[in-house]
């Protein structure tokens, strides 16, 4: 066990009792790699600094060549936006593993460090300072489960997922959901929620029927359907009234499984891959069709004669 672990969080108890002013241009970002910092929160930030002020110190790690920010990256492009030359801040002198340590413990009680911040950090203190995972729970006082699940996300989640979660194109809770995938998958699913900005209810719904596709071919249906498919899941939950009676329950539902029945039939005939079918798959799926005809006409009917007779 390395010893620093023997000193929990020795970092505490020689923590400034205040802060000090440090000239901006002595100040480097570092633990920026492990953060998703987005423009927007950045001129939030930018907001109160000239409202308020600095409201709290940067937390900096004094190296022989200067300092780095542990905690405070938006206060820091903020104080740049806005001109300023210094910045109060707690000054530290410890090792790069418990500053790494640190980073977490400052957000330990905000919403501000994602699961996917914090398996960067993870996987940071894994790979390179050589920590095991059971280290890597004690120096962050966690569980090894919430090590885990942290490790996992980050190293089974491609790197064009990661690079989108970074460029704010997808929100960590849409990585959360990705990472069910297998690899393989991950990619189209990403294409797809953000060509037709799937929120995350949706995009968990597309996973699910992605794990549950038992075909290259229903996968790409539903890459190519998913609003449809998504549409249906949906609705699933609206097919009982508790006010209706058992036959008018029975007519809602098959009222709406024939609406999504009908719009899957429309969306796959319109489809550009119907025209591009070779022409003997043609032959054996399209003058089929032409059984449905009557039985519409005569469904048609049926209704119409029903809605006259309600009307009257």
Partial sequence: MLHWLAMGYFWQKIAPMESIKIKIDQIKEWSNEFRLIYPEAVRNMELSM??????????????????????????????????????????????MVMAKTMIIHYNRHSSSLSMYEQGLIVRSLVHDHGLSQKEVAQALRQSHSWVCRRLSLVERLLPEVQDALRMGSITVSHGRELVKLPRGNQGPALEIIIKEGLNCRESAIVVEKLLKAKSPKEAEYLYSQCREVIRQAMHGEKLYDSRLSVHGNRLLKARELLRLQINILSGALKSEHTAQLPAEQQAMVLPAMNDLVAPMNQLTEIIYQTLTSYER
Avoid: W
């Fill in 50 to 95: 000239q409202s308020n002020g600095q409201l709290q110190p940067l937390i900096l790690l004094k190296n022989d060549d200067g300092y780095y920010i542990i905690d405070g990256i938006k206060r820091y492009r903020a104080a740049l936006a806005l001109g300023l030359t210094e910045l109060q801040s707690l000054v530290f002198e410890v090792t």
